[in-house]
C-alpha cells in the first residue's frame, strides 16, 4: 500500500510557484503605477559587497525546519538601506514604532500588499510572531518576527518565501530629525525566482517601489514630513560570500 505525499502549507509545488510568478505583471503595474505618482528624490547606489554585509545571527530558538535562512536561496545577496530623515514629526523614535508594530498595514502600500497575523497574539509585533505578507506579485510569502524592542523589529523569511533573509525596521533620533530605516539582506528562493530577481531585475524593483513607500508612510505617521527624499544604498555581495555565521 502506497501513500500520497501531502504538501504542507509552507511548501510551495512548481506549479504553484509557477502560478505565482504568472501574477507577477500585475505586481509590476501596480508598485510602478504608485512609483511614477510619487513626487519624492530618490538617492540610489550600488557598489560590491562583502562579509561585513551578512545579516545577524537567528537566534537558536527561533530556528526550525520551516526556516529559510540566506544560506537556503540562490544567487548573490543585496543587502539594500532604505533611509529617510523626517522634520517637523510629533513623536520619537518610540512611539513612531509603536504606531507601524500596532498596524504594519498603515504603512504598506494600499492594494498592493496586505501583512495579516498568521500565528501570535493578536495586536501589535511581537518576537516569534508569524505574519503572510500578501502582494500581487511573487513577494507573497511566510516570514516570522526574530526580534522587536521599542524602536525596532526584525523578520525573517519561512519555506514557501519567494526570498531567503531577513529584513530590519528602525527608528531614532540624528540631531533634531528623525530617521526612520529599513535594512533588508535577500536572496532569491530559488532558481525560478533568481530568474525575475536578478538576471530580469524587475523583482529587484518591486522591492524598492514597496519600501520606499513604507519610509514615506512611516514619515505621514509620524506628522512630519521628508527632508531630501528617500536614500537606498544598495551592496551586492556574490553567491560563495553569502553562508551566515553558524548559530553557537
Known sequence: MTSAHTEQPWQLS???RLGTLLRFPAGVAIMSWNYLWRICALHRS???GDSSDLPPVVPAELLDRRSKRL???VGPMLHR???VLIEGSDVGPQQLMSSVMADLNQAAPRGAAVFDKTAGRPGAVRTGDEYRVRMPGPWDGPVRVLHQDASSFRFGTLQGHLEAGQIEFRARDEGELLSFEIEAWSRA???????????LRVSK?????MWVHFCLRAADISGGR????VTIDTRVVPADGCREVPVA
Do not use: K, W
Open 46 to 48: 550600488e557598489t560590491p
Open 189 to 199: 528562493g530559488d532558481r525560478l525566482a533568481d530568474v525575475l530577481y536578478c538576471r
Open 226 to 229: 521628508p527632508r531630501g527624499g
Open 81 to 83: 538601506r532604505f533611509s
Open 71 to 73: 544560506e537556503d536561496g
Open 205 to 209: 524593483e518591486i522591492q524598492f517601489n
Open 14 to 16: 512548481r506549479r504553484r
